[in-house]
């Protein structure tokens, strides 16, 4: 059993930079992939990135979102800069217990935060 706690939300300004954090308990958190999907109004939950061994993004904000982790504190942050209105949406992180795989799509990952809300002002 994998619990995830998303924090680090709010309200900025375009251009702003705000930086995400996910803390997981459970044993052997270095072994999961931890996924950043997001869900804006009336939209479908998107993939955002994800990190495993390696950090891998969606193109749509691979030149300004950074996934890092740091295991010793079973943490895994987002770093979002140069945030745009389209950015705005609910910040979820996941888990996928099989990380071999880089899975990308919401059904490839089997335990959910319950989300943080990003909000970007033009």
């Known amino acids: 059993q994998v619990q995830l706690v998303e924090s680090g939300g709010g309200l900025v300004q375009a251009g702003a930079s705000l930086k995400l954090s996910c803390t997981a308990s459970?044993?052997?958190?270095?072994?999961?992939?931890i996924g950043w999907f997001r869900q804006a109004p009336g939209k479908e939950r998107e993939f955002v990135g994800a990190?495993?061994?390696?950090?891998y993004y969606a193109d749509s904000v691979k030149e300004r979102f950074t996934i890092s982790r740091d295991n010793a504190k079973n943490t895994v942050y987002l770093q979002m800069n140069s945030l745009k209105p389209e950015d705005t949406a609910v910040y979820y992180c996941?888990?996928?217990?099989?990380?071999?795989?880089?899975?990308?799509?919401?059904?490839?990952?089997?335990?959910w935060g319950q989300g943080t809300q990003v909000t970007v002002s033009s």
């Open positions: 990190i495993t061994w390696t950090a």
């Open positions: 459970g044993r052997a958190f270095s072994r999961y992939a």
């Open positions: 996941a888990a996928d217990l099989t990380p071999l795989r880089l899975g990308r799509g919401v059904n490839d990952f089997s335990y």
